[in-house]
């Protein structure tokens, strides 16, 4: 039921559906001139295989972007869900909103709250609220680079009923290549350290445009607690993924 839910909420987005892609743990790049007030993009990859293993596997992502003078505001869902021999194996939700606020030269201000679900990763939870400043490094037609920084503040809800509730020091870097005018590559890399773990998240992708619309991504994510809880069943998830994204 749960899944449902969270499904429908994420599935949600995707018709809301930026011509940039994407990035899911920084504030959004600075807006071009002529950027339309309303952005957004979907992603949608599904799996299904029957035979003498039988798995469906199901990743839905969705953001909304929309800007208000010096101001972009962003929404965020993603969804995945995975099952092996009809038993779930795999089973993760987010929902995150952002801003980011530009101000004089390459430098902004941002700050954003996420919620996350991770059903095997020993947290029944894990709420983080973030703020701090950034600066846009490159920004030309092939390189874009950001870099930001700033403190946060995170719930973690453990699985045996404990609350943790700790402050985080985050740092972030995201690059992005156009190596031709139908084709990219990114790398986003961030850290969020506490006094109990340090969580690094990685993801590497590379997108070929179809048309004005849809492209093919193909993209590498990597998570790593470095002390999750006892129940969690591993310290680092890795998800390589091939998806059809539509952006407007």
Not at 115 to 136: K, L, P
Not at 143 to 167: F, I, N
Request: aromatic share 10%; with cysteine.
């Amino acid at each position: 039921m749960r899944f449902k839910v969270m499904l429908s909420c994420c599935l949600g987005l995707l018709p809301l559906a930026s011509h940039a892609l994407a990035s899911p743990f920084y504030a959004p790049p600075a807006p071009e001139e002529d950027s339309p007030p309303l952005t957004g993009e979907a992603e949608l990859g599904f799996t299904h295989l029957q035979g003498n293993t039988n798995s469906q596997t199901l990743i839905a992502k969705g953001r909304l972007t929309w800007l208000n003078g010096a101001f972009t505001h962003s929404l965020r869902g993603e969804a995945r869900h995975v099952t092996q021999d009809n038993e779930t194996s795999a089973e993760q939700y987010l929902v995150a909103a952002r801003e980011r606020y530009d101000i004089e030269g390459p430098h902004y201000l941002f700050g954003f709250a996420r919620w996350e679900d991770d059903r095997f990763s020993g947290y029944d939870y894990q709420a983080t609220v973030i703020g701090g400043y950034g600066r846009q490094v490159l920004d030309n037609e092939r390189h874009v680079l950001s870099l930001e920084a700033g403190p946060g503040y995170r719930v973690d809800s453990v699985t045996d009923d404990r609350v943790q509730r700790l402050g985080v020091v985050y740092g972030a870097m995201d690059y992005r290549w156009h190596f031709s005018d139908t084709a990219g590559l990114s790398q986003e890399l961030s850290l969020e350290g506490t006094d109990r773990n340090l969580t690094t998240r990685s993801l590497s992708a590379l997108t070929a445009r179809l048309n004005a619309h849809l492209a093919l991504k193909l993209s590498y994510e990597i998570k790593h607690n470095t002390r999750p809880p006892d129940t969690a069943t591993a310290r680092t998830d890795r998800i390589t993924n091939v998806s059809l994204l539509y952006d407007w």
